[in-house]
C-alpha cells in the first residue's frame, strides 16, 4: 500500500514539474493499482485533458494532495517483505545445499529437492512473517477491501 501511495506521488508530482518521460504517465494512467482510493486517483488523473490548462494543475495539484492524505501510513509500521525474496534466499540456500551434496555421476537432477524445498520454505516465512504483522496484503483495511471487492 505504502509503494503504492508512493508511485503515485511520484508520478503525479514528476508529472506536474515535466520531469517524466515520454512514457511514464501513459503507464501510469493505464495499469490498475490494488488500493480502492488510490485507484479513484489514478482515474481521476486519467480524466484530465492533455495538454495540461491551469485548471488540469489545479485537478492534479489536488489529487496529489489526496494521494499524500492516502499515504500518511506510521512509520512505526514496518515494511512487507516481498515473496521473490524469501523465495530467492531460499533458492540460494538450496543451491548452496545441493552443491555440497552434488555426485558426480549421478546427474544434475538428483538432489533437486535440496534447491526446491528451501525456496518453499522462504517463500512460508515470508508469507508467514507479513500475515503475523499485518502488512502487505494482510493489512487489515486491504483484507476489508478485498472482502467488498475491488472497485
Keep these: 500500500m505504502r509503494d503504492e501511495a508512493d508511485y503515485v506521488i511520484e508520478t503525479i ?3 506536474l514539474k515535466g520531469s517524466s518521460g515520454p512514457w511514464d504517465w501513459r503507464r501510469f494512467t493505464l495499469s490498475p493499482l490494488r488500493d480502492a482510493e488510490l485507484e479513484r486517483i489514478r482515474r481521476c488523473a486519467a480524466a484530465v485533458e492533455l495538454p495540461l490548462d491551469t485548471e488540469g494543475r489545479a485537478v492534479l495539484q489536488d489529487l496529489l494532495e489526496q494521494a499524500e492524505l492516502v499515504g500518511d501510513v506510521d512509520p512505526a509500521t514496518p515494511k512487507p ?3 521473490e525474496a524469501g523465495a530467492g534466499v531460499g ?4 543451491t548452496v545445499l545441493w552443491w555440497v551434496n552434488y555426485l ?3 546427474g544434475l537432477f ?5 534447491v526446491i524445498l528451501p525456496m518453499g520454505v522462504g517463500f512460508f516465512i515470508v508469507t508467514l512473517r507479513n500475515s503475523r504483522k499485518k502488512v502487505g496484503a494482510y493489512n487489515p483495511r486491504i483484507v476489508a477491501q ?3 471487492g475491488r472497485v
Design 104 to 106: 558426480p555421476g549421478a
Design 13 to 15: 508530482t514528476a508529472f
Design 110 to 114: 538428483h538432489n533437486l529437492h535440496l
Design 91 to 94: 533458492l540460494l540456500v538450496g
Design 81 to 83: 517483505w516481498h515473496v
Design 146 to 148: 478485498n472482502k467488498r
